[in-house]
């Protein structure tokens, strides 16, 4: 939610008004704040914050802060520190001239819940279903596809659901028949963007190679990131990843990886991904040797950084997978690479050479097998894996046959 009220409200935070519309800012936050806690994943309490209109960025909170009562800054405080923000804001705070990398608001950001409620001077503590419906209307009235109003609206739902056990609010107002509404009509199965091996050797090809405006550790990041999606990562993962989750284990370096849920696996590295690693770390300022090894650097230090020494964002990811597809001259899949599309790359190349599905289930962090399976299903398949072959050959035999 932008913190900055509406031109015609004060800011007084004693009436009311630091957050329109809003009767106590302090306990709506600390609540909202131990909901996001429930998330194990640094990267889906930021998804779901996002999602809300909240202030996810150093920038947004800065001004937040600016404000003189001390129960509100240690309430935010701990609402940045859920959002693995503290430190980045510390440095903020104490160096307030400092370059700070430009922000990319949504397309719909006015239109999230609470940026919305403030707008109209709601309270979204008593937020009726007939205002979640009007909200709805907006969305849908802005352009929104079904797609992304569904999305809010279940973020929405589940944020209340918290809220009426924590006694905030009596009922969930976004509790509503989805169906009904549209956002759920049945929609034709999509077949998963299968990569064959020569494209994702293409892909790391051009992340090598020098491109405009890319400078050498840029390029050698974006190797390492490719090669560390060809372990199975998810895009939220790899994003969360730290120095400490570098480790060896049985003799060989592995990563510490959070999955869905906070559920924690150990991910093996490739000689590919080690090396990898290791020309870009070779390549920052602070490298403290030629090989892959765990970093001293105290805290949450991220192991993937961008230009400006800040974690990498998924939308940053997404955007660099896309213009290497371009680089890499792959132009039909430019407009449809995204993350999972090498992820599922790992699960089919691993499956179709021979590994045990109970294996590639654990590799990549599915809750249940049948989730592996079905990826490897819907996948665009092998020619190895089609009949076509037999029932061909089958019927030329017969037509050579025939007089």
Not at 299 to 317: E, M, S
Not at 355 to 383: E, K, L, W
């Amino acid at each position: 939610m932008d913190p900055r009220p509406l031109p015609a409200r004060t800011t007084d935070l004693a009436e009311g008004t630091l957050w329109p519309g809003v009767g106590d800012p302090i306990r709506l936050l600390t609540e909202i704040t131990a909901w996001l806690r429930s998330y194990g994943a640094t990267s889906t309490r930021r998804t779901y914050a996002e999602g809300l209109g909240l202030p996810t960025s150093v920038t947004d909170l800065r001004d937040w802060l600016s404000r003189a009562d001390h129960t509100w800054v240690r309430v935010l405080r701990a609402y940045a520190d859920t959002l693995d923000l503290t430190a980045a804001l510390h440095a903020d705070l104490t160096d307030p001239e400092r370059n700070r990398p430009p922000t990319r608001p949504g397309r719909f950001r006015p239109l999230h819940w609470l940026r919305w409620c403030a707008s109209t001077g709601l309270d979204p503590v008593t937020a009726s279903s007939i205002d979640v419906l009007t909200w709805q209307d907006a969305l849908r009235a802005a352009g929104a596809a079904p797609a992304t109003r569904t999305r809010m609206l279940a973020t929405v739902r589940t944020l209340y659901q918290h809220l009426a056990a924590a006694g905030l609010v009596t009922a969930n107002p976004a509790d509503l028949d989805r169906r009904r509404l549209g956002l759920r009509d049945p929609q034709p199965a999509k077949t998963i963007l299968t990569l064959t091996p020569a494209e994702v050797a293409a892909l790391l090809n051009a992340a090598a190679r020098p491109r405009p405006g890319a400078s050498p550790r840029d390029r050698l990041r974006a190797r390492a990131v490719v090669a560390l999606f060809t372990l199975g990562l998810r895009v939220s993962e790899l994003c969360d990843l730290d120095h400490p989750d570098l480790h060896t284990t049985r003799g060989r370096r592995a990563l510490r990886v959070t999955g869905k849920g906070g559920k924690i696996r150990t991910v093996y590295l490739t000689d590919l991904a080690e090396s990898a690693l290791t020309d870009y770390f070779d390549a920052l300022p602070t490298a403290p040797t030629t090989t892959v090894t765990r970093s001293t650097v105290a805290g949450r230090a991220p192991l993937l950084i961008t230009r400006t020494g800040t974690r990498c964002d998924r939308r940053d990811i997404w955007s660099l997978l896309r213009r290497l597809a371009t680089a890499a001259d792959l132009h039909e899949l430019a407009g449809a690479m995204h993350p999972h599309a090498l992820r599922h790359f790992y699960v089919t190349t691993a499956m179709e050479q021979g590994a045990h599905i109970t294996d590639v289930q654990s590799d990549v962090g599915h809750a249940r097998v049948d989730t592996t399976q079905r990826v490897y299903n819907h996948a665009t398949r092998d020619p190895s894996r089609t009949a076509a072959t037999h029932v061909g050959d089958t019927l030329t035999r017969h037509l050579e046959q025939t007089p």
